[in-house]
């Protein structure tokens, strides 16, 4: 309201003192524009040159973060080589470990080898010695004294060293059937056997009251085997029956898909338990009281099992409940192929 | 009368044992046993100058086993193990047996035990 109550020349002079005022004002406010816009410029120079220089900033930055980036790829890279490498050299460990295992194994293997083979070695020289012993004794007691021994005497000590020579030849090319066969140079020479009439001839050829023993076998049936291989094997599971076995005693063969079964039965006591798993190794022996006075070789079955393996057969123990014993070969019907 | 005790399960080594030990009047077998513990009981009752002493016997006892006892039970006897096993002999050094024969010398047999006997003063 106070404005409204000036007079024009007040209007006036106030308006020319604003004017004046204001050209002044001008003056000065386009000289202080001029200057803010230079500065305006200046700041905005400078901050453009910060915005360029925070851009430079933020690409470095950008650039430090893309090589850290890259340095932390390259040791995630690293790190999984090392993973690896580190892999494979637990699996080289690994594998290191089974190898000695596998050596281990193969020491405790070879160690049993060589007792086995010391064992062999030992029971071969006494078994060999033995009626070598009685031999050498005998004769020489009938070189030294002939003259003064009767006739008797001569007669009984000619016969044990005739005894016992025959025991030393059936020990003697035992071992070294069986030394052909370990040594895989024994050669099965197989053809197709007739088995009734083979069983037959066998049990004719055999010693002892083989006449007794009961053969069941269908006429037909045929065994691709080595005939002097069979021979052995039944012989030997004959003799066995008597020996170590009680009578009667009985052959069965079958037939089962492509291969034939000859069994050997008898009524003994049958082979104690603890000594099935050594029945087929060498100088098999069960400490028992009646084998005691009934001495083999020992060799026997071992030698049974390696003819039956080399004409593709096999050979096996089964008891008989409650008491008695067989021993079984299984062999091929045909030639292997020719089924 | 030289008293032999043979402790042997073989028949013919046990026929040839006495043949050999016929041939000299000054021995004569006084028993013939064929396991250990036989052998136990029979050296008490004949009381042998020298006990033939086989390795592998019938039963559960070894020659070898029972060497030391027959030694302790007749101190003056003389041991000899007459055996077919060469690989007992290490086992005999320094043991109750006085001499180690292998049975395919036998011939040795008797000579052994007709100097055991004389160094003893018993011939």
Sequence with gaps: MAVSTLTNRETMAHKDMAHKDTSSRVNVAGAHLDDAATEAADYTRAILNILDDIGEEREKQAESQRAVLNILEDIDTDKIRLQSTQKALLNILDDFDAERLKADRANIDLRVVNEAMGSFIDVAAHDLRSPLASMVGFSSLLTENWATLSEQNRLKFVSTINRQSHKLADLVNDLLTLSSIEGGVLRAQPESIVLSEAISACLAAASGDTASVSVSCAPHLVAWVDPNHLERIIDNYVQNAFKYGDPPVRIEVTYLSGTVEIRVIDHGPGVPPEFKSKLFGKFARADVPNTRDKKGSGLGLSIVRGLAEANGGLARYEPILPHGSCFLVILPESEPGQQ | ?123
Excluded: C, W
């Design chain 2, 1 to 123: 009368m030289k008293k032999i005790l043979v402790v042997e399960d073989d028949p013919d080594v046990q026929s040839l044992i006495k043949a050999i030990f016929s041939m000299d009047p000054r021995f004569s077998i006084a028993r013939v046993v064929e396991s250990a513990e036989e052998a136990i009981e029979a050296v008490g009752m004949t009381a042998p100058e020298i006990i033939v002493l086989d390795y592998n016997l019938m039963g559960e006892l070894s020659g070898l086993d029972v060497a030391q006892q027959l030694k302790d039970l007749a101190p003056q006897t003389k041991i000899i193990m007459f055996t077919a096993h060469a690989e007992v002999e290490a086992q005999t050094q320094d043991g109750p047996t006085d001499v180690f024969l292998l049975k395919t010398e036998s011939m040795r047999l008797l000579p052994l035990a007709q100097q055991m006997t004389t160094l003893m003063g018993f011939a």
